[in-house]
C-alpha cells in the first residue's frame, strides 16, 4: 500500500465521528522518528491519514533515540551523579518540545519530575531492578507525552495512553527477578472491552512501546526489541486492521544488506516464513513480535519513515497460491558445535537423554541438531558465558566419558528459508555445488519445510553469501523476477545512486546491425569505441601503473591493435597468443606470458624472446632451472580462496589448479635463487565476475605483505575479473571505488608498482552476437525459440550457466509477453542460449541479439556438429 | 631522490670494495644518516621525531653519541646490500669497545642473511677501532619515565600492562607507519610517540642492481633510535618486551649458531645496556621486562587481557590495512600465527581462542608441517619471532589432555604419532610459567615481573 507524501499540516479532523466498530490501526515508530520536530510531522501525517482511512489509531513509540541507554547509564551512577544525569535529560526533551513549538507542557513536566524524584531517591523497598525498570521507563513516558500534545496541537484530537493499564506481563515461575522486571513477556488475547472502552473515549491514542505492568502493578520493561513487541501486542489486543512499524529501511531483505548489496526486498511474507528469517539473523523485526500477530491473524507492515512511498514488507497469513520459493538467506556467527559419538549410542535406551542432561547442567541451549547412528552433532549459540568462561571444557570433559566429543568453532549457520523448501531441492545443485568447496559440519531441515542449514567455517561467510544469493537467483530458486514476492535491491534503493546506466550502444547501432544481420548470420559485432572507452575509464584515474590485456577474451586482431593504440600491454597464456600479439602490435608493447601447466618448449620460447615470464608452481625451476638463469621472473601464487560467478571461472583455493600455495613459497624462493633467477614480481587472480570493488585492493594489500618478505619484488599484479553485470537492472562495476580502495592500499605500500590484466572487463560489452530465429516449437508447457547461432558460437550459456540478455532486435519494443526457452541448432540437450525469456512473439528470419558477448565468445568458438560458429565483424 | 646525490651512477653493491659510513647530522627532528659503496652515491636515511623539543645543552654530548651509535647499527640495512670486504667510518674512529659491539651486532644480527645467502661472515665484518675512549659517560637526571616501545603482539602489551600495574609512568613508542601497531598503543591509553624512519629509496634501486637481500637486526635498529628518542623526550629508561626463548638459537650452521632474533637476545641487550652506560648517560637503562619469562609464561599474562583480544596481531604477514575480521590481521599460516594460537590455547576457554584467529589452525591438516616445525619435529625451529620447542610441546600435551581439544586433527596427530616418540619427561606446561634467569630491570620497575606473573 504505497504511501504518497502526505501535506505538512493536517486539515481539519475528520469531521464524521467513527463509529464504535471502526477498524484499528496500530503505527509504531523508533527512536530516531520522535527524535526531531521534523519527524513528529511525518508521525502526525501518517496517523492522521490512517485516521482519514476511517480506523482508530494507536501510535506506540520508543524513547527518543539515545535516552534509553542515558536512562540505564545513570542507574548504574553513584547516587551523587545520577541527579545531574536526569538534568540533562530534562534539558534534552524540553529543547525538542521548544523545536516542536509548544511551550512547557504540563504532561511531560509531570514525567520529569518524576524522573528526578526516582534519580534522587534511589531504589526503595522494591528493590534494585524494580527501581531500574521504573527509571527506565520514563524514556517512553516522555515521549509519548510529548506526542500526545503536539499531535493534538496540530489538529489530531490524541488521547495519551498507558499502556501498562492494557496489558500485563505473564507469571512465568520459572523466570528470575530480573527476568520478570527487565526482559518480561505478555500473551495478549483480543480484548473487545478494552476496544470498546478506548473507542468510547477517543480516536487516536498514543502510547509507549517497552512498558508493561506485571502482576502486582509494578511497572516491567519487555526487553530488547521492546517496542516493536508493544505494537504486536496492541495489534492482538485490539484484533487491528494492521501494525505498521515504521523504521529506517524498508523492510526485510532476501538476505542481510550489508554483506549482500543486492539483497532483495520481501514484499509479502507468511507469518512462518518472517519467524525463521528473523530468527536466523535479520535485524530489522524482533522475532518476538509475530507470534501475538500470528494467532489473532493481524498483518504486520514493515515501512521505511523517510521513504513512505516504498512498498515495505507484509507479514501476514499464508498464501496458498504462490510459486515456491526460496526467500531468504540468513547467517548466524560465533556458532560453536558439538560432535559426539560412539558406538554405544546405536538402539540405547536413554543416550541422548544422558548427553542433553549434560548441557542443560551447565547452562548450554542446544540450537541445531543433526544425528547418526553413531554421531549427534549439536550447535551452541555464542553466549558470553560460552566465550569467557570454561563451560565448554566442562562440558567436554563430562561428555568425554560416554563418547568422544569433539568441539567445532568457530562455525557459521547459513540457512535458506522458505516455504516448501524440499521442494526446490531439484533446484539448489549450483548451491549444493558451492557447498561442496567448503567444509560443512551440519545440515539440518525441519519437518515444517521452512529452512535448509548448513554449518560451515565463519571465515568463508562473507565471501559466500552474495555468491549463494546470486546463485539462488540464477537458478530461479529465489523468484527475484516475481514482483508480488521481491521488491527492488538494497543497492537500488540505498545503495550509491543507482544512475541510470547509459543505454548500450546497441540500441542506437540498431538499423546496422539489422543490415548486418541480413547479409549474414550469425554474426558476431564488435564495437571498437566501447573497447577504447573501457580501456580509458580505467587508465583514467592514474592509480596502475601497468594494464595488460587479457589476450584470451578476444585475440581479434583490430582489438589488438585498438587496445596497444590505448597504451596496454598484453597478457598471453600460449604461444599462439603471443604470436598473434608479435603479429598485431607494436613491438614495443609489453607483453606477459602467464601459461598454465604448459609444456617445456612454451617456456623456453616465450624467454628466449624476452618475455616476462610467470610461474605458479615449483616444477618449472626444479626441472627446466637452466632456462631460467638471470631471467626476471614473476610468480602467481594462490591466495587460499577463490571468487567468481561459477565454479569453472573460479581461480583461486584448492579446487583449482591455478597458482602456488602459499606454503611453497620458501621452497620456490630457494628454488629461483638455485637457478639464478630473480622474482620481480608477485601475481595473483582469484575469478572473474567479480563486482566488490574492495576486491583488488585487498589482493594487492596481501600480496604486499607477502612481497615484504621477499625483497626483490618490484611489481605487483592483482589480476583481473573485474565483473560485467549481465541484468541489465544489474548496477555496474564501480570503477572509481576501485581504483580509490587501490590508491589507498598503495599509499601503505608506495615501493610496488599495480598492474592488473583485465579481459573480459574491456571488450564483454563492446560485443554482440547476431542470429536469426528459424522456427519455434511447442512442448508442454515450454516454448522453444531456434536461433541460427548455437552453443558452437557461444558456449557461455551451457559451460559456465552464463545469462546473456537476449532482444528481438527486430521487435526492440514490442511487448515482450511471450515466454521462450532459446536454443540454438547443435545436437546437444545443453545447446540452450537462454531460458525462460520474455520476448515480443517471434517469427522465422527476426534478428535476435545476445548481448555481452565480446569475450570468451569467438574465442571459444567451435565447429562442433561440424557447423561453422559465427563469424566476426568490427564497426566503430 | 633529488636530494641525493645522482652522480656517480649506482653499482652492484656486491661488486664493491668498502662500505662506508659517510655522516650523520641531527636538525629540527630529523636524523640524517648517510652510508657509502665505495665512492657511489650516498645512501640517506632519516629518522624523524615528531615535535621534537629542543635539546637541553646538558644532553647535547650524549644525544651525539647516541646518534653516532644509531648510525652505526643503522647502517646493516645497507652494508648488506654488498657485505664489501672494508668497513669504513668517515670523521671518526670508534673506540674499542664501540667497535666490539659493531662487530658482534653485524656478525650475529645478520647470522640468518649469511645462512639463507650461503655467506661466511666470520672474519670479514671487522670495523675500525683504535679511536680514543671519551670520558665516562655522566648521569643527566634523566626524567624517571619508560619508553615502551609497542609492536602490536602480544608481548609489548603484556610489558605496557605490568608497567601500568606498578604505576610507572610510560610512553608507548614505535618506530615507522602501521595501523596495526596504532590502534594497539591508542588501546594502551599511554602518551604515544611514533617515530619515522624513512630508508634511503636508493635501497630499492639496489636490490634491482642485484644487492643481497634477507633478515637485518631490525631490534637493535630500533634500539638505537630510541636511545636517542629517550635523550631527546626526556626518559631514562627504555624497556623492551623480549622474552626468554629470543635468546636461544634457530639452528647451527657450519659451527655458527643462528638466532632469527638475536638482536631480542639476552647477549645483546647486555652489551647494549653496558654500551649506553658507559658511552652516552650513566642513568640511561636499557632492558627487557619480559627477559625473565618463558612466551608460554606471557602468553598466559596476555590472556587475561582481554581488551586487546580484537587489536593484537603477532602475525608476521605485516598487514598494513586493517580490516574488521580476524583473516585481516592473522593469515592462519606463518609460524608466529601457529605459535601465537598454541600458546595461547591453554590459558583461554577455546569458543574464545578461535573467536581471536576467525578459524581453528589445529583443526587443519594444511597447517601440519608449520606445526611440526614449532615443535622441531622432522624440522628445525623456523626462522621467527617463535617460542622455543620444548614450549610448543608442553602447549601441545596440555591440549592433548583437554577433551574440547584432543579430537582436533593436529592435537590428536600429536598424540597418535609425535608423543610416542619424544622425551615425555619435559611435557609439564606449570615449570615454563615461573620465571627464572637474569634480567637488567632497574629496581624500579621490579614489581612488574610480579605483575606479569600474575602474582
Known amino acids: ?121 534511589g531504589p526503595g523497598a522494591g528493590g534494585e531492578l524494580a527501581w531500574q525498570a521504573e527509571v527506565q521507563a520514563h524514556g517512553e513516558l516522555l515521549s509519548s507525552a510529548l506526542g500526545a500534545v503536539f499531535l493534538t496541537a496540530k489538529g489530531l484530537s490524541t488521547q495519551w495512553l498507558d499502556a501498562r493499564t492494557c496489558y500485563a506481563a505473564t507469571d512465568l515461575p520459572f523466570l528470575n527477578e530480573r527476568a520478570r522486571l527487565l526482559s518480561a513477556q505478555v500473551e495478549p488475547r483480543h480484548d473487545p472491552a478494552l476496544a470498546a472502552d478506548l473507542a468510547a473515549r477517543g480516536e487516536v491514542f498514543i502510547t509507549q512501546g517497552f512498558i508493561a505492568r506485571d502482576g502486582q502493578g509494578r511497572t516491567v520493561l519487555l526487553g530488547r526489541g521492546g517496542s516493536d513487541t508493544s505494537a504486536s501486542y496492541f495489534g492482538a489486543l485490539l484484533r487491528a486492521a494492521r501494525v505498521e512499524i515504521w523504521t529506517d529501511v524498508a523492510g526485510m531483505f532476501s538476505a542481510n544488506p550489508r554483506q549482500v548489496p543486492a539483497a532483495r526486498l520481501l514484499t509479502r511474507l507468511d507469518y512462518e516464513e518472517a519467524q525463521e528469517i528473523a530468527t536466523t539473523g535479520a535485524k530489522v523485526l524482533h522475532p518476538r513480535c509475530l507470534s501475538p500477530l500470528r494467532e489473532a491473524r493481524v498483518p504486520l507492515l514493515i515501512k521505511d519513515t523517510q521513504r513512505p512511498e516504498l512498498a515495505g514488507t507484509e507479514i501476514g497469513p499464508e498464501v496458498r497460491e504462490q510459486a515456491p520459493s526460496i526467500k531468504a538467506i540468513s547467517s548466524r556467527r560465533g556458532i560453536t558445535l558439538v560432535s559426539m559419538e560412539s558406538v554405544g549410542m546405536w538402539q540405547q535406551v536413554g543416550f541422548l537423554a544422558d548427553v542433553f542432561a549434560h548441557f542443560k547442567r551447565h547452562g548450554l541451549s542446544v540450537d541445531l541438531i543433526g544425528s547418526a547412528e553413531t554421531n549427534v552433532t549439536v550447535s551452541l549459540d555464542p553466549t558470553e558465558n560460552l566465550l569467557d568462561s570454561d563451560v565448554v571444557a566442562a562440558l567436554a570433559a563430562d561428555l568425554a566419558r560416554v563418547c568422544r566429543v569433539k568441539v567445532i568453532a568457530p562455525c557459521a549457520a547459513v540457512t535458506l528459508v522458505g516455504r516448501g523448501m524440499r521442494g526446490m531441492l531439484h533446484k539448489l545443485s ?26 560451515v567455517d565463519e571465515d568463508v561467510v562473507d565471501d559466500l553469501l552474495p555468491r549463494l544469493h546470486e546463485m539462488l537467483v540464477r537458478a530461479g530458486a529465489l523468484r527475484a523476477d516475481d514482483a508480488t514476492l521481491f521488491g527492488p535491491s538494497w543497492q537500488a534503493l540505498y545503495g550509491r545512486a543507482a544512475a541510470a546506466a547509459p543505454a548500450p550502444w546497441w540500441r542506437a547501432a540498431r538499423p546496422r546491425l539489422l543490415k548486418l ?15 577504447r572507452a573501457h580501456a580509458r575509464a580505467l587508465r583514467a584515474s592514474g592509480v596502475i601503473d601497468r594494464l595488460y590485456y587479457a589476450v584470451k577474451a578476444n585475440p581479434h586482431p583490430v582489438l589488438l591493435r585498438a587496445l596497444a593504440e590505448e597504451g596496454l600491454g598484453f597478457e598471453c597464456v600460449s604461444p599462439g597468443e603471443l604470436a598473434a600479439v608479435a603479429a598485431n602490435v607494436p613491438a614495443s608493447a609489453p607483453r606477459l606470458f602467464t601459461p598454465n601447466f604448459a609444456p617445456r618448449g612454451d617456456y623456453a620460447e616465450a624467454l628466449a624472446d624476452g618475455i616476462l615470464t610467470t610461474l605458479d608452481a615449483l616444477h618449472p625451476l626444479q626441472h627446466w632451472g637452466r632456462l631460467f638463469k638471470g631471467r626476471e621472473i614473476a610468480l602467481r601464487v594462490d591466495l587460499g580462496r577463490g571468487l567468481g560467478h561459477h565454479d569453472k571461472v573460479r581461480t583461486g583455493g584448492e579446487g583449482s589448479k591455478f597458482g602456488l600455495p602459499l606454503d611453497q613459497l620458501d621452497a620456490f624462493l630457494a628454488l629461483a635463487d638455485d637457478c639464478g633467477a630473480r622474482l620481480r614480481g608477485l601475481h595473483a587472480h582469484l575469478g572473474s565476475g567479480i563486482l566488490d570493488a574492495a576486491h583488488w585492493g585487498e589482493v594487492y594489500a596481501q600480496l604486499a605483505s607477502l612481497a615484504e618478505r621477499i625483497g626483490s619484488i618490484e611489481f605487483l599484479n592483482v589480476g583481473g575479473g573485474l565483473g560485467v553485470p549481465a541484468h541489465p537492472d544489474d548496477l555496474p562495476l564501480d570503477v572509481h571505488a576501485v581504483m580509490r580502495h587501490l590508491a589507498e592500499v598503495k599509499r601503505a605500500y608506495p615501493q610496488y608498482a599495480l598492474w592488473m590484466e583485465p579481459g573480459r572487463y574491456l571488450v564483454a560489452e563492446a560485443g554482440v552476437l547476431l542470429a536469426r530465429v528459424t522456427q519455434d516449437k511447442r512442448k508442454g508447457a515450454a516454448h522453444y525459440l531456434g536461433a541460427d547461432a548455437g552453443m558452437n558460437s557461444l558456449i557461455r550459456p551451457a559451460l559456465y550457466a552464463a ?24 545436437c546437444e540437450t545443453g545447446d540452450v542460449l537462454g531460458s525462460d525469456r520474455r520476448l515480443p512473439a517471434s517469427a522465422e528470419g527476426d534478428v535476435l541479439l545476445i548481448a555481452n558477448a565480446g569475450a570468451y565468445g569467438a574465442a571459444m568458438a567451435s565447429r562442433y556438429n561440424l557447423r561453422e560458429p559465427a563469424e566476426e565483424t568490427v564497426i566503430e | 631522490m633529488s636530494a641525493e646525490k645522482t652522480m656517480p651512477a649506482l653499482q652492484d653493491p656486491r661488486q664493491a670494495q668498502a662500505f662506508r659510513f659517510v655522516r650523520c647530522g641531527y636538525a629540527d627532528g630529523v636524523a640524517e644518516l648517510a652510508y657509502a659503496f665505495d665512492d657511489g652515491p650516498e645512501l640517506v636515511e632519516r629518522v ?134 596504532e590502534a594497539c598503543a591508542s588501546r594502551t591509553g599511554l602518551p604515544m610517540l611514533n617515530l619515522g624512519r624513512e630508508l634511503s629509496p636508493l635501497l630499492f634501486e ?250
Open chain 1, 1 to 121: 500500500m504505497p504511501d504518497a507524501p502526505l501535506p505538512a499540516t493536517v486539515s481539519a479532523p475528520a469531521a464524521a465521528p467513527l463509529p464504535p466498530a471502526a477498524p484499528w490501526i496500530v503505527v509504531k515508530f523508533g527512536g530516531t522518528s520522535v527524535a526531531t520536530r521534523e519527524r513528529w510531522d511525518t508521525i502526525l501525517r501518517l496517523a492522521a491519514s490512517r485516521r482519514a482511512e476511517g480506523a482508530r489509531v494507536v501510535v506506540v513509540v520508543s524513547a527518543l533515540s539515545g535516552v534509553t541507554d542515558a536512562l540505564k547509564a545513570l542507574c548504574a551512577l553513584p547516587p551523587d551523579e545520577r541527579v545531574a544525569a536526569a538534568g540533562r535529560l530534562t534539558e534534552r526533551h524540553r529543547a525538542l518540545a521548544a523545536e516542536m513549538g509548544l511551550g512547557r507542557v504540563e504532561a511531560m513536566e509531570r514525567w520529569l519530575d518524576s524522573l528526578q524524584r526516582a534519580a534522587a531517591d
Open chain 1, 803 to 826: 545469462w546473456h540478455e537476449i532482444v528481438n532486435l527486430s521487435r526492440l519494443d514490442a511487448e515482450a509477453d511471450t515466454l521462450y526457452q532459446v536454443v540454438g541448432p547443435i
Open chain 2, 48 to 181: 624523524v621525531f615528531p615535535q621534537a623539543p629542543a635539546l637541553p645543552a646538558e644532553r647535547r654530548a650524549a644525544f651525539d653519541a647516541a646518534l653516532r651509535l644509531l648510525h652505526l647499527v643503522a647502517g646493516v640495512s645497507y652494508y648488506k646490500a654488498g657485505v664489501p670486504a672494508r668497513i669504513v667510518v668517515d670523521g671518526w674512529t670508534p673506540d674499542a669497545a664501540a667497535a666490539a659491539l659493531m662487530d658482534e651486532l653485524y656478525l650475529h644480527g645478520l647470522a640468518e642473511f649469511a645462512y639463507r645467502n650461503r655467506l661466511d661472515l666470520r672474519g670479514r665484518i671487522r670495523f675500525p677501532r683504535g679511536g680514543t675512549a671519551g670520558a665516562p659517560a655522566t648521569t643527566l637526571h634523566l626524567p624517571r619515565r619508560t619508553l615502551v616501545p609497542i609492536g602490536g603482539g602480544k608481548d609489548s602489551l603484556v610489558a605496557v600492562e605490568a608497567l601500568k600495574r606498578i604505576g610507572e609512568q610510560a610512553t608507548a613508542a614505535w618506530v615507522g607507519r602501521s595501523a596495526l601497531i
Open chain 1, 517 to 531: 544481420a541480413a547479409e549474414r548470420s550469425p554474426r558476431y559485432v564488435y564495437h571498437l569505441p566501447t573497447v
Open chain 1, 430 to 455: 549450483a548451491v549444493l555445488a558451492e557447498f561442496g568447496q567448503l567444509r560443512v559440519h551440519l545440515i539440518t531441515q525441519s519437518s515444517n519445510n521452512l529452512n535448509l542449514t548448513f554449518v
Open chain 2, 206 to 455: 639496489l636490490n634491482r642492481l642485484g644487492a643481497w637481500n634477507g633478515h637485518i637486526p631490525v631490534t637493535a635498529i630500533n634500539s638505537a633510535i630510541l636511545a636517542c628518542a629517550a635523550l631527546l623526550y626526556g626518559h631514562d629508561t627504555i624497556a623492551f618486551a623480549n622474552e626468554r626463548s629470543a635468546s636461544s638459537a634457530t639452528l647451527e650452521y657450519e659451527g655458527q649458531a643462528v638466532n632469527h632474533q638475536w638482536s631480542k637476545g639476552l647477549a645483546f641487550e647486555r652489551m647494549f645496556h653496558a654500551y649506553l652506560k658507559s658511552h652516552v648517560a650513566a642513568d640511561l637503562h636499557y632492558c627487557s621486562l619480559l627477559r625473565p619469562f618463558s612466551e608460554l609464561a606471557v602468553t598466559r599474562a596476555f590472556a587475561r587481557l582481554p581488551q586487546y583480544f580484537d587489536a593484537f596481531s603477532s602475525c608476521n604477514r605485516n598487514f598494513r590495512i586493517l580490516g574488521p575480521r580476524p583473516a585481516d590481521r592473522w593469515c592462519g599460516q606463518c609460524p608466529k600465527c601457529h605459535f601465537v594460537f598454541l600458546a595461547l590455547a591453554p590459558f583461554l576457554p577455546k569458543p574464545r581462542l578461535l573467536a581471536i584467529f576467525g578459524r581453528n589452525l589445529l583443526d587443519d591438516d594444511a597447517q601440519t608441517a608449520g606445526f611440526d616445525a614449532l615443535m622441531e619435529y622432522r624440522d628445525h625451529k623456523p626462522f621467527e619471532c617463535v617460542g622455543e620447542a620444548a614450549e610448543a610441546r608442553a602447549a601441545m600435551e596440555a591440549l592433548a589432555q583437554r577433551p574440547e581439544w584432543r579430537e582436533d586433527a593436529l592435537v590428536a596427530r600429536y598424540r597418535e604419532e609425535i608423543r610416542p616418540q619424544i622425551l615425555t619427561a619435559q611435557l609439564a606446561l606449570e615449570p615454563w610459567l615461573e620465571p627464572s634467569g637474569e634480567h637488567l630491570l632497574p629496581a624500579r620497575l621490579s614489581g612488574a615481573l610480579d605483575a606479569i606473573r600474575g602474582a
